[in-house]
Every structure is written in C-alpha cells, then in structure tokens.
C-alpha cells in the first residue's frame, strides 16, 4: 500500500457490509444485527441507494421502559427488564423505519482516511457509511483504519 499520509477511504473501506432494506421489520433487524456481530446496519432503498443507518443502540432504546412504566409495576430492576423484554416482543414486527437516522454523516471513497478518522473520533462512531452516487459502496471503521494507520493493511 502506498504511504499512509495519501491513503484514501476507498483503499481500506470494507465492501461486504450489513445491509436492510428500508421496509424491514424491527425483528429481521435484529436477527441480522445478531448474525453479523455489528453494531450498525446500513439501510438501502429496493434499488440498493443508500438510505441511512440503523444502530443497534437506536433499536435497544426504542423498548426501554420509562420511569412511570417502572414505577406503575413495581419499581424493581426485575420488572424493569420484564417491560423491556414486553415491548421489544411488541415491536417485532414493526418498520425499522422510523428508527433509521437518515442522511447520516458519510465519507465518499475518495476521501483522504484523515477525514474519516476525525469523524469516527469526533463523533465518537465506530462505523461510518461509504457512499458515492448516492448507492453504499461500503463501510470504513476506526479498525480499518487502525489497520492502516499501524501498517497491517
């Protein structure tokens, strides 16, 4: 690989990335979330254009019970779990759609992996999408760059 300070996303970005489609439901999402190991899904449309990111955090909030939920059956960490457990059986079968962050910040692959390594760091993401014409061509991760940085790559 050429020197590490001229290093564009596309020489480290990884290409086989999770992906849904748009009209998914909340349980495919996290069947898939589940096979991959990943943190973040990356969504597209039916003719594979990038439509914008599903994090698992994103989904694990959507069940969390609130306060007054907690309180109403008995305030204990037991029941807590108990409603999260019931409200994430409950949203199953529900778009993702509502819960993807849409028009997330990306990086094109022709962009330096400086900038890359600002944004992953500065917005503490471990996960960014790599677009170009609008369709995902890939992902690029603070362990791609690692990779680079250190010469594994």
């Given at each position: 690989?050429?020197?590490?300070?001229?290093?564009?996303?596309?020489?480290?970005?990884?290409v086989?990335?999770?992906k849904?489609?748009?009209?998914?439901?909340?349980?495919?999402?996290?069947?898939?979330?589940a096979?991959?190991r990943?943190?973040?899904?990356?969504?597209?449309?039916?003719?594979?254009?990038?439509?914008?990111?599903l994090?698992?955090?994103?989904?694990?909030?959507?069940?969390?019970?609130?306060?007054d939920?907690?309180?109403?059956?008995?305030?204990?960490?037991?029941?807590?779990f108990?409603?999260?457990?019931?409200?994430?059986?409950?949203?199953?079968?529900?778009?993702?759609?509502?819960?993807?962050?849409?028009?997330p910040?990306?990086?094109?692959?022709?962009?330096?992996?400086?900038k890359?390594?600002?944004?992953?760091?500065?917005?503490?993401?471990?996960?960014?999408?790599?677009?170009?014409?609008g369709?995902?061509?890939?992902t690029?991760?603070?362990?791609?760059?690692?990779?680079a940085?250190?010469?594994?790559?």
């Amino acid at each position: 690989m050429e020197n590490v300070q001229e290093v564009k996303v596309r020489e480290i970005m990884t290409v086989r990335t999770a992906k849904i489609r748009h009209e998914a439901s909340l349980h495919q999402a996290a069947e898939l979330l589940a096979l991959t190991r990943v943190s973040d899904l990356m969504v597209v449309d039916g003719e594979d254009n990038f439509f914008g990111v599903l994090s698992e955090g994103d989904i694990l909030r959507s069940a969390l019970p609130d306060v007054d939920e907690i309180l109403a059956e008995g305030g204990s960490l037991e029941t807590a779990f108990d409603i999260f457990v019931k409200k994430g059986k409950n949203l199953s079968e529900l778009p993702i759609t509502p819960l993807v962050i849409r028009e997330p910040i990306s990086v094109d692959p022709e962009d330096h992996v400086a900038k890359a390594t600002t944004v992953l760091l500065e917005k503490q993401i471990h996960l960014l999408p790599v677009v170009k014409d609008g369709k995902l061509v890939g992902t690029v991760s603070r362990a791609d760059v690692c990779g680079a940085v250190v010469g594994t790559i």
